[in-house]
């Protein structure tokens, strides 16, 4: 998945040795996330007195991303897209003019784009996919019954291959990633508020930042029932089809925003979690490593993540 979003970001010019340079920096700052939002709490010329070090670990991470994007920046200023070629993410932000300030994008300003691309596209997604497995680990009788639904499927097709097309006609496997993204949403949202707003009596003053903790509306007991069971029954009697993911109605739960500012693709991040997991679960029986157990805690990086990263057995089906 990462390998084809940097082929989509930086086209057809990118070596393998850049992506796996491209991978590790990105991880990298991913994953040092936590540490650094300490900068944020207080004033930077503050911060850079007292945790300096943290500041340069911080630059010298940012200056090593900069230097593999630009590399690969400047190669793409250099081909000409007149050939045909297929014009990548990159091409698009070169072309891109600010209106108001009446210019183009700096590189800098590219870079960052370019991070924000890779990291949406993969981190979040990644990690809502470890989640549902997880779940599928630690909960053998979901996992029988996603088999049972994909072979009832399949029937005696020869080459007893998932394919897209079948996707649709998996109602229990929506329903799982559905419920690993309301028990395990990865993602916290935090809004800047330009003018006063009076909230359920609370008066929330204009120019202060307020973070929605997203992850405890799929918990709320006043809307789910038993929040915290893995349960993924609770979507079958209204469906995916029927079920109002990013909140046009009424919100339940948040793994993609809601409104008109939800994410954009969440259409293709749940193709991505379908496939990948219909794909895991058809092909390999999972089993719990370490005595059985599956630990579901959790803790913050760039999202949420399982603090002890998920190891299982898996055993062919075929």
Known sequence: M??????MCF???????????IEHVQRCLMSELSRFGVLNLLPGVVTRVLL???????????QAQKDVFTQLIKTIKNVSDGDGGVICYVDTL?????PEENRKLDEGEVVALCSEFLTAGTDTTCMALEWVMANIVKYTHVQKRVVEEIKEVLGDRKDKEVKEEDLNKLPYLK????EGLRRHDVTEDVIFVTEDVVLNDYLVPKNVTVNFMVAEMGRDPRVWEDPMEFKPERFLSSGFEAFDIIGSKKVKMMPF?????ACPPYNLAMFHLEYFVAKLVWNFEWKASSGGNVDLSRKQE?????????HAQIYPRF
């Open 11 to 21: 086209g057809g010019e990118v070596q393998k040795e850049k992506i796996e340079d």
């Open 2 to 7: 990462f390998t084809l979003l940097v082929f």
């Open 257 to 261: 925003g809601a409104g008109r500012r």
């Open 52 to 62: 300096r070090k943290r500041w340069q670990e911080l630059l010298d991470l940012r």
């Open 175 to 178: 329903d799982v990633i559905l």
């Open 94 to 98: 070169l072309k891109l003019q600010l």
């Open 302 to 310: 760039f999202t949420m993540v399982m603090k002890h990263p998920l």
